[in-house]
């Protein structure tokens, strides 16, 4: 009788320490796809910063490259 409550007790704390681990896993397992997500958030912003800057970039370059052909075309017609 003494044996099998000695078992018992210690199979009680067994399964008492795997619940107690589970639910610590279950824990930080939320908090680091919390994370993820945040970070992916963060990263597509970011992303999308920057193809907006190069955008914006390209624009600017077209409309320099516009400008200045446009003044070399009029130097070149004044010319004639």
Known sequence: METLSF????????????????IYAFV?????KQELQSTQLTL???IENVY???HDEKINMYSSIDSRLDKLESKLTNKK
């Not at 078992?7 to 589970?22: E, K, N, S």
């Not at 930080?28 to 680091?32: A, E, L, N, W």
């Open 7 to 22: 078992v018992l007790g210690m199979a009680l704390v067994v399964v008492i320490a795997i619940a107690i681990v589970a």
């Open 52 to 54: 907006r800057a190069i």
């Open 44 to 46: 597509s912003s970011e």
């Open 28 to 32: 930080k397992v939320r908090q680091v």
